[in-house]
């Protein structure tokens, strides 16, 4: 923001990008807080999308389907990544000073329990408890639905299983773990009119190309599982991932990826939008592949390289 000159507000939504009839690109915004929510335009030489690849790559693509971008690369939306990734909890049913979680650094350790696997774990802070309301236990289908053995526990162990799944206290007695693998897999967005929306245009995935992306890692649930016997704890997952086999992810890349022109990717090496001087992508966007760790130092360092290679802003 020093070197361009220029930053919109966080409590701004903004709703378009437009090619400026003089020089350079009109960026129009609205207020995405309160009650009246007014609005107005800002022009610039540069632009960078920074909203990683739910924001930026959805504003391409709504610039690019009115017009206002037409000329932006047809890879827009595709090689999204989530780093082949499954998210687990471990929850303490013990209650004592001994077993607060909330104390340490966020992401405090990171170990390869194999060849092509990495898990973090990681903590929230105290009285961050609404995570909770995500996660129930883990039960795979066999032969009977993994949606069957979930009532069941329910119906015999109600008082354990309400235990678990209180958000009291949750943050404290809580273990995340990311479950990574540089796995070749990825996903397409799109941007189209879908009928539940009642026929309005909305951001959309479907499966590309590769393996399908995996719900569950078992070398992940078996650590998971030895946590819990470790800590008295009990193993937990996603309601997606339990029910309908859906994996979570908190590290989604790519959908504007780095390529060596526009047939193969949304953005140059420079981070610049190909056919559109000015206009850069500088986020998990542009990352290509799957890294099996987590991805925010490698965004960091690209964001550093990018950087950069923008001159000083000069000042009188």
């Not at 409590?11 to 207020?31: H, R």
């Not at 329990?113 to 309301?133: A, F, V």
């Not at 309005?200 to 719900?215: F, H, R, T, V």
């Not at 819990?228 to 009990?234: E, Q, R, S, T, W």
Request: aromatic share 10%; glycine share 8%; hydrophobic share 35%.
């Amino acid at each position: 923001a020093e070197k361009l000159g220029v930053q919109i507000a966080s409590e701004t939504e903004v709703l378009s990008v437009k090619k400026n009839s003089d020089k350079g690109y009109v960026i129009e915004y609205k207020k995405s807080t309160g009650i009246i929510r007014t609005g107005g335009k800002v022009y610039a030489d540069k632009v960078i999308f920074s909203g990683g690849v739910m924001g930026s790559v959805k504003l391409l693509f709504k610039c690019k389907n009115k017009g206002y971008l037409p000329n932006i690369s047809n890879c827009l939306g595709d090689y999204v990544r989530t780093n082949s990734e499954s998210i687990l909890g471990v929850r303490s049913r013990s209650i004592s000073k001994d077993k607060d979680f909330n104390k340490g650094i966020a992401i405090s350790a990171g170990f390869k329990p194999d060849d092509k696997t990495h898990i973090e774990t990681c903590r929230y802070g105290k009285g961050q408890n609404s995570m909770s309301l995500l996660t129930t236990h883990i039960f795979k289908p066999g032969i009977i639905p993994g949606f069957i053995k979930w009532i069941l526990n329910l119906i015999f162990h109600p008082i354990r299983f309400i235990k678990d799944s209180m958000p009291y206290r949750w943050s404290s007695q809580t273990v995340i773990l990311l479950i990574m693998q540089p796995v070749s897999n990825y996903l397409k967005l799109s941007y189209k009119r879908r009928w539940w929306r009642l026929w309005a245009k909305s951001m959309n995935s479907e499966l590309s190309s590769g393996d399908p992306i995996p719900s569950s890692i078992p070398i992940g649930e078996k650590i998971a599982n030895d946590i819990a016997n470790d800590i008295n704890g009990v193993a937990m997952s996603t309601y997606m991932d339990t029910f309908f086999g859906i994996p979570t992810t908190a590290h989604i890349l790519g959908g504007a990826t780095m390529g060596e022109s526009i047939e193969f990717g949304v953005v140059d090496s420079n981070f610049e939008i190909f056919n559109y001087p000015g206009l850069y992508v500088i986020d998990g966007s542009v990352v290509p592949s799957n890294l099996g760790v987590n991805p925010s130092l490698t965004i960091t360092a690209l964001a550093e390289y990018a950087m950069d290679h923008f001159p000083e802003k000069q000042y009188n």
